[in-house]
């Protein structure tokens, strides 16, 4: 593995206990199960560290063992998998393995999921274009 990589998820890992926390969904869109694992902290835009209207970045936790259901948003957005093992799949097709260190991009209003096997889903993440437009499920329910 990467230093450069070792080294964000030494710091990632160092600030995740400080950050406020939120799922970004209602409840009517997801089971409980979802709200009990899964998480996001917004650094840069709405609600973040630093207020931003057209570039967004944070952080996605996941409990092992969960799956964060096919959704979509028109922001471009870019991951950065640390997490071996984390599946990853974009238009309701198959979830496939990616490395830690390997960037993952999903286009505008492209559906995609992501499942945390056995070790928690930390991936920093980056969303441009309009930000201002949350994410939306695609009530699928946990099926992959």
């Known amino acids: 593995m990467a230093p450069s990589i070792k080294r964000m998820i030494a710091a990632c890992t160092q600030v ?47 409990s092992p063992d969960t799956f964060y259901d096919w959704h979509y948003h028109p922001a471009i957005e870019i991951y950065l998998n640390l997490t071996k093992g984390s599946q ?12 830690i260190g390997e960037v993952i991009t999903h286009p505008s209003n492209i559906p995609h999921a992501m499942y945390s096997k056995e070790l928690p889903l930390i991936a920093p993440w980056f ?18």
Do not use: H, R
């Not at 009517?28 to 979802?34: G, H, R, T, W």
């Not at 949350?134 to 699928?140: L, N, Q, R, S, V």
């Open 88 to 99: 990853w799949g974009m238009t309701e097709g198959d979830l496939l393995p990616k490395t």
């Open 127 to 144: 969303w441009s274009g309009d930000v201002q437009v949350p994410a939306k499920m695609e009530k699928t329910k946990g099926q992959y």
């Open 16 to 62: 995740l206990p400080f950050c406020p926390w939120t799922t970004g969904y209602d409840k009517s869109e997801a089971d409980e199960n979802f709200f009990n694992n899964f998480s996001y902290v917004t650094i840069i835009g709405k609600g973040g560290y630093i207020d931003c209207d057209y570039f967004s970045c944070g952080i996605t936790l996941i």
